[in-house]
């Protein structure tokens, strides 16, 4: 099983304007965003990670460093294919104007139609996304867990996958800044174990001792099933 930590971002000085960023150069976090990410450092710090993987854009860049900071030895690798969706035209304008443009309705209505202009369709976006979870999943190997820094959208759409949801649909999840949402890969489905989680305890986040090769082969089926009734928690 793999275990894979989305971190959004922490709040920018665009976040707190109300201006979307997009890939705007120069965006970085703002000291409320720097305090976040410290905060989450320290919140898990108790959790082992194979890799950070983050976007390579500035406030995406600084909260990864901010989570390694006492962490001698993991890697952080930058991947474009999961910075921020690209807004085009749109990148840089006040959200307040950006509600008045028609496109604003499909956004909001029906994500798999849009297309930014000059920039790239939401669909697009989810596919790369999921597309380089997967990749970095097999990468790791399936006893991995590890982070993903990256973006409200990009994380909105590898959850909304997970949760075997159509992009139209996932304009109901939310993505704070500096919240983890936690995906388990299994053999045969993902399981969704937190979403926009802002402060809760990371102790079941923690890996269990590796199984005997054995035991492991026994219960591979049993880890990707589902608990009927619901099971005792972690």
């Not at 990256?150 to 994380?155: A, E, K, L, P, V």
């Not at 045969?188 to 102790?203: E, K, S």
């Not at 049993?222 to 972690?234: K, T």
């Amino acid at each position: 099983m793999t275990t894979v930590l989305l971190i959004r971002h922490g709040r920018t000085t665009a976040n707190a304007s109300g201006v979307l960023a997009g890939r705007t150069p120069g965006i970085e976090l703002d000291e409320r965003g720097r305090g976040q990410a410290e905060a989450l450092a320290t919140r898990l710090a108790a959790v082992p990670l194979a890799a950070v993987v983050s976007s390579p854009l500035e406030r995406t860049h600084q909260t990864a460093e901010a989570l390694m900071a006492n962490r001698s030895g993991v890697p952080l690798h930058l991947d474009a294919e999961l910075t921020e969706c690209d807004y085009g035209h749109w990148s840089g304008r006040d959200l307040k104007t950006l509600a008045k443009e028609p496109l604003w309705k499909t956004v909001q209505a029906h994500p798999a139609a849009a297309v930014f202009p000059g920039g790239e369709a939401m669909a697009a976006m989810a596919a790369r996304a999921v597309t380089a979870i997967r990749r970095w999943n097999a990468q790791l190997g399936e006893h991995a867990t590890y982070a993903v820094v990256s973006h409200g959208d990009i994380i909105k759409a590898i959850a909304a996958d997970a949760l075997g949801m159509h992009l139209d649909l996932f304009q109901r999840l939310q993505v704070d800044p500096c919240s983890v949402t936690v995906i388990r890969y299994t053999a045969t489905r993902p399981f969704v174990l937190r979403l926009n989680d802002t402060g809760g305890d990371v102790a079941a986040l923690i890996p269990p001792k590796r199984r005997s090769r054995r035991t492991s082969s026994r219960s591979l089926s049993a880890d990707s099933d589902a608990v009927v009734g619901g099971g005792a928690g972690s």
